[in-house]
């Protein structure tokens, strides 16, 4: 499931079938998201 997040820019995640069935999310949901700095991937915008 895509996760689209408004933190003052666009941040964007994907969270695994498994993850969603484990913490219930569905659509709509709100979320606090939390990051480590050694699992971030940068995608460039073109």
Excluded: Q, S
């Excluded at 996760?3 to 964007?12: A, D, Q």
């Amino acid at each position: 499931m895509p996760l689209h997040l408004n933190c003052g820019f666009p941040l964007e995640a994907l969270v695994t079938t498994w993850a969603c069935e484990d913490l219930a999310l569905k659509p709509g949901d709100n979320v606090l998201a939390m990051i480590k700095a050694t699992a971030i991937h940068l995608i460039p915008v073109r």
